[in-house]
Protein backbone atom coordinates (compact mmCIF):
# COMPACT_ATOMS: atom_id res chain seq x y z
CA UNK A 1 0.00 0.00 0.00
CA UNK A 2 1.45 3.10 -1.51
CA UNK A 3 1.38 5.55 2.23
CA UNK A 4 1.36 9.13 1.37
CA UNK A 5 1.90 12.39 4.39
CA UNK A 6 1.74 16.14 3.39
CA UNK A 7 3.33 18.09 6.08
CA UNK A 8 3.87 21.96 5.85
CA UNK A 9 1.32 23.94 5.24
CA UNK A 10 0.05 26.77 7.30
CA UNK A 11 -1.24 30.48 7.80
CA UNK A 12 1.76 32.69 5.08
CA UNK A 13 1.09 36.27 4.34
CA UNK A 14 1.16 37.55 0.82
CA UNK A 15 4.51 37.29 -0.76
CA UNK A 16 5.67 34.43 1.70
CA UNK A 17 6.74 31.48 1.22
CA UNK A 18 6.39 27.91 2.27
CA UNK A 19 7.99 24.39 1.71
CA UNK A 20 5.45 21.62 2.04
CA UNK A 21 6.50 17.80 2.20
CA UNK A 22 5.79 14.54 1.29
CA UNK A 23 7.35 11.30 2.70
CA UNK A 24 6.46 8.25 1.33
CA UNK A 25 6.26 5.19 3.13
CA UNK A 26 5.87 1.46 2.01
CA UNK A 27 7.73 2.39 -0.92
CA UNK A 28 10.43 3.51 -2.84
CA UNK A 29 9.16 7.02 -4.12
CA UNK A 30 11.39 7.57 -6.71
CA UNK A 31 10.14 4.83 -8.54
CA UNK A 32 6.45 6.51 -9.12
CA UNK A 33 5.59 9.64 -10.31
CA UNK A 34 4.47 12.15 -7.99
CA UNK A 35 2.31 15.05 -8.31
CA UNK A 36 1.14 18.14 -6.39
CA UNK A 37 -2.71 19.13 -6.26
CA UNK A 38 -5.05 21.30 -4.57
CA UNK A 39 -8.45 22.53 -3.73
CA UNK A 40 -9.49 25.45 -2.76
CA UNK A 41 -13.25 25.13 -1.40
CA UNK A 42 -16.13 25.04 -4.08
CA UNK A 43 -13.65 24.07 -6.56
CA UNK A 44 -12.48 20.95 -8.78
CA UNK A 45 -9.19 19.67 -7.38
CA UNK A 46 -6.34 20.78 -10.02
CA UNK A 47 -2.61 19.91 -10.64
CA UNK A 48 -0.22 22.24 -9.33
CA UNK A 49 2.92 20.93 -9.95
CA UNK A 50 4.31 17.06 -10.99
CA UNK A 51 7.78 15.30 -10.43
CA UNK A 52 8.45 11.74 -13.25
CA UNK A 53 10.20 9.11 -12.01
CA UNK A 54 13.71 8.08 -12.82
CA UNK A 55 15.19 11.19 -14.52
CA UNK A 56 12.94 13.41 -12.67
CA UNK A 57 11.19 15.61 -15.83
CA UNK A 58 8.89 18.32 -13.80
CA UNK A 59 5.95 20.10 -15.08
CA UNK A 60 3.79 23.06 -13.88
CA UNK A 61 0.36 24.61 -14.02
CA UNK A 62 0.73 27.87 -15.72
CA UNK A 63 -0.73 30.03 -12.62
CA UNK A 64 2.60 28.76 -10.29
CA UNK A 65 5.67 28.62 -13.20
CA UNK A 66 8.26 30.68 -11.71
CA UNK A 67 6.90 30.47 -8.47
CA UNK A 68 6.75 26.57 -6.89
CA UNK A 69 9.89 24.20 -7.53
CA UNK A 70 8.92 20.63 -7.11
CA UNK A 71 11.98 18.56 -5.84
CA UNK A 72 12.79 15.21 -4.54
CA UNK A 73 15.53 13.65 -1.90
CA UNK A 74 15.44 9.80 -2.34
CA UNK A 75 17.68 9.92 0.48
CA UNK A 76 14.60 10.94 3.00
CA UNK A 77 11.94 9.39 0.36
CA UNK A 78 10.31 12.55 0.80
CA UNK A 79 9.30 15.22 -2.77
CA UNK A 80 8.94 18.64 -1.74
CA UNK A 81 7.38 21.47 -3.45
CA UNK A 82 8.59 25.35 -2.49
CA UNK A 83 6.53 28.08 -2.82
CA UNK A 84 7.47 31.37 -3.00
CA UNK A 85 5.64 35.07 -3.69
CA UNK A 86 2.44 33.54 -2.60
CA UNK A 87 -0.79 34.53 -3.18
CA UNK A 88 -4.31 35.04 -1.97
CA UNK A 89 -5.41 32.49 -4.63
CA UNK A 90 -2.78 29.98 -3.59
CA UNK A 91 -5.41 29.41 -0.74
CA UNK A 92 -6.24 25.60 -0.51
CA UNK A 93 -6.13 22.02 0.39
CA UNK A 94 -2.56 21.18 -1.23
CA UNK A 95 -2.28 17.06 -1.59
CA UNK A 96 0.18 15.04 -2.78
CA UNK A 97 -0.36 11.91 -4.54
CA UNK A 98 1.56 8.87 -6.42
CA UNK A 99 0.68 7.49 -9.51
CA UNK A 100 -0.05 3.94 -9.52
CA UNK A 101 0.85 3.25 -13.05
CA UNK A 102 2.61 6.01 -14.93
CA UNK A 103 6.21 7.00 -14.21
CA UNK A 104 6.03 10.20 -16.44
CA UNK A 105 3.61 12.67 -14.68
CA UNK A 106 0.63 14.33 -15.76
CA UNK A 107 -1.06 17.21 -14.15
CA UNK A 108 -4.47 15.51 -14.65
CA UNK A 109 -6.41 14.16 -11.90
CA UNK A 110 -7.47 11.46 -13.99
CA UNK A 111 -5.12 8.93 -12.90
CA UNK A 112 -5.05 6.26 -10.89
CA UNK A 113 -3.04 7.96 -7.49
CA UNK A 114 -2.64 7.17 -3.94
CA UNK A 115 -2.79 9.76 -2.15
CA UNK A 116 -2.36 11.76 0.82
CA UNK A 117 -4.89 13.48 3.44
CA UNK A 118 -3.46 16.98 2.48
CA UNK A 119 -2.49 19.77 4.54
CA UNK A 120 -4.34 23.54 4.70
CA UNK A 121 -1.97 26.16 3.42
CA UNK A 122 -3.53 29.80 3.38
CA UNK A 123 -2.63 33.14 2.35
CA UNK A 124 -3.67 36.06 3.90
CA UNK A 125 -2.83 39.46 5.46
Known amino acids: QLQLVESGGGLVQPGGSLRLSCAASGFTLDYYAIGWFRQAPGKEREGVSC????????KYADSVKGRFTISRDNAKNTVYLQMNSLKPEDTAVYYCAADRVFRQCVLSTRRDYSWGQGTQVTVSS
Open 51 to 58: ISSSFGST
